[in-house]
């Protein structure tokens, strides 16, 4: 079930350079009037709900730029604006896939930077962000998963509470179990690939060993016997110089 209504007006502009690994954007978009939406439903074995009302009038400068190779990188994002309105929204999903809910609220005049990062690995991925907003405003909200989809689980929160001034820090985590998988049994197959060459060379230090050993004691009994020597000469010599100065 979904039910939308938009009264508003937007509008867009923006450019972006660089490739799929290494890549930059930027953008400008201002939006007036009221939207509203409310939607149920199932999402394979999950149901999600989710209710939003917005009445604003909006401007955001939007930039983001990602670098990276491999499947390893990091992704910045920043969003400067200025808000004027009202708006509500809440959702929730909950399910076989664990659960996620947030909801959050906002009323008066507000101007502020959010910014997020985001560090990407083969196995897994991690994201921080967090934002500053000034205004007569209030605003609250929050919220929170522990989910598992598709072989990734993901836990982060999040959390906002603004009255003139506003702070909000948002945490989160993604570890890739199929990737993961992958790389061990990837490693796994070198290990076995290269098992006769590692059991080659442990024989080979095995065989060794005696000779070796047997080598370096004769270097040490060698090196206690000229150490030895050279203490009694020294000691013969510091004598012979010690009776000569008292004239023993």
């Given amino acids: 079930m979904e039910a939308n209504y938009d009264g508003s007006v937007s509008a867009s502009i923006g450019t972006s ?21 409310v939607n149920a439903g199932l999402d394979g074995n999950n149901i999600t709900a989710g209710v939003s009302y917005s009445d604003t009038t909006e401007a955001h400068l939007t930039v983001e730029a990602n670098v990276g190779t491999h499947g390893v990188g990091v992704g910045v994002s920043g969003d400067a604006y200025v808000k004027s309105g009202t708006e509500a929204e809440a959702s929730i999903t909950a399910g076989q896939n664990g659960i996620k809910a ?9 101007a502020g930077v959010d910014g997020s990062a985001t560090l990407n690995g083969r196995g897994g ?35 906002d509470v603004a009255a003139i001034v506003g702070l909000d820090v948002d ?57 030895g020597d050279a203490i009694s000469s020294g000691a013969k010599k510091a004598g012979k110089a010690i009776k000569k100065a008292f004239r023993f």
């Fill in 171 to 227: 945490v989160s985590m993604t570890v890739d179990t199929k990737q993961i998988q992958h790389d061990a049994i990837a490693t796994a197959g070198f290990v076995v690939k290269e098992a006769p060459v590692v059991e080659k060379t442990a024989k080979e230090v095995v065989d060794k060993a005696p000779e070796v050993a047997k080598q370096t004691s004769n270097v040490i009994v060698d090196t206690a016997k000229k150490t």
């Fill in 102 to 110: 947030e909801a959050g609220a906002s009323i008066g005049n507000a």
């Fill in 17 to 37: 350079v660089g490739d799929a690994n290494n890549n930059a954007s930027i953008e400008v978009s201002v939006k007036t009037g009221t939207t509203a939406s």
């Fill in 125 to 159: 991925s991690a994201t921080v962000g967090a934002g500053v907003s000034i205004g007569e405003h209030f605003e609250a909200g929050g919220g929170g998963e522990a989910t598992f989809k598709d072989g990734k689980a993901t836990v982060g929160v999040s959390g």
